[in-house]
């Protein structure tokens, strides 16, 4: 299944369609990998916090052994957590993570959020979450500046631990913010994007200075309905909605297509993930059909400004989108 790339403004690559590793159970992690690369995914979405390199290592390098891939036809990016944003900290923990992945650099190497709290060293608790106390109730703020961070980052392109680096969670005054320091722009920002929650202006303002956009949770609520939220629990299911599956049955696609034709037809990568090989399947191919630009405009029209990915709407006290 052939599946477009998208130029970064650095010229390397990233493919439009990959897999994400958010909420990958661990105990299945390794083989889902795996499939996926059979499937023909090439684009790998992880991260620290996400508690499962080491087992998508395993899934990669399994593949590579039985020579369904190389390491060259595979893009494969992480992203820095919180507790690691003092500049001393980034590229060893850069390190830690490549080894626990068991490759040398990575495609793709993100901020995460735009925080920083306290430092929590590897051995002590890792990944180190929110948190910095083992029971989980209280958040410290480091004195690590987005500047300095970012700083540190440049450095892991210069060094060759990545190819590229970016940002994930800014904002546009973030971003505004950013460019008056940076020597290097952003190649990605990635970000919630659904059509509850369409970022116009932010992705806009991306477009304009070339910066691809990764959208994640391309299904809206369905993300985290299993994390206990609230208010994602409260809203209609974009995979239910009568638009979306009025447009899908046109298409003769699942709903899910339709969702991610919505945003790769308009310029974005996507990050879905699926344990069925079915959907696997479905959801790499999504680039091979189009919606009808009425179609697009009513499905960008369910914008309701929802954005579920919050601390707090975790239950944790950290005001980063306040």
């Known amino acids: 299944m052939s599946v477009p790339s998208i130029e970064l403004n650095d010229g390397n690559k990233m493919p439009q369609v990959g897999f994400g590793l958010w909420k990958v159970d661990n105990a299945t992690c390794a083989d889902q990998v795996y499939e996926a690369i059979k499937t023909g995914y ?72 735009p925080v920083a709290i306290k430092y929590v060293a590897p051995e002590v608790r890792y990944p180190p979450g929110w948190y910095v106390d083992d029971a989980g109730t209280q958040i410290e703020h480091s004195k690590a500046s987005l500047e300095s961070t970012w700083k540190a980052v440049e450095q892991l392109k210069k060094k060759g631990l990545a190819k590229s680096v970016g940002v994930s969670n800014y904002t546009g005054a973030l971003l505004l913010d950013l460019f008056t320091y940076a020597e290097i722009t952003p190649a990605v920002l990635q970000i919630e994007h659904h059509p509850y929650f369409t970022q116009e202006n932010l992705v806009k303002l991306a477009k304009e200075r070339g910066i691809a956009i990764t959208a994640y949770s391309s299904f809206g609520p369905a993300s ?99």
């Open 42 to 113: 090439r684009l790998f979405d992880g991260a620290c916090d996400y508690g499962n390199e080491v087992e998508c290592g395993a899934g990669i390098a399994r593949a590579i052994k039985d020579g369904l891939v190389q390491r060259s036809d595979l893009f494969i990016t992480s992203k820095l957590w919180n507790s690691f944003h003092d500049a001393e900290q980034v590229e060893p923990i850069t390190r830690k993570q490549l080894a626990d992945w068991g490759i040398d650099y990575f495609d793709l190497y993100l901020i995460h959020f």
């Open 224 to 322: 985290f309905i299993e994390c206990d939220m609230k208010v994602a629990a409260d809203t209609q299911p974009l995979l239910q909605h009568d638009l979306i599956t009025g447009i899908a049955d046109k298409h003769g696609k699942s709903a899910a297509q339709v969702l991610l034709r919505w945003a790769t037809q308009r310029g974005l990568a996507v990050i879905p993930k699926s344990n069925d090989k079915k959907r696997l399947a479905q959801n790499l191919d999504v680039t091979s059909f189009d919606l009808a630009e009425d179609e697009i405009q009513k499905i960008s029209d369910l914008n309701i400004n929802l954005k579920f990915n919050v601390p707090t709407n975790y239950g944790i006290p950290c005001y980063v989108f306040a």
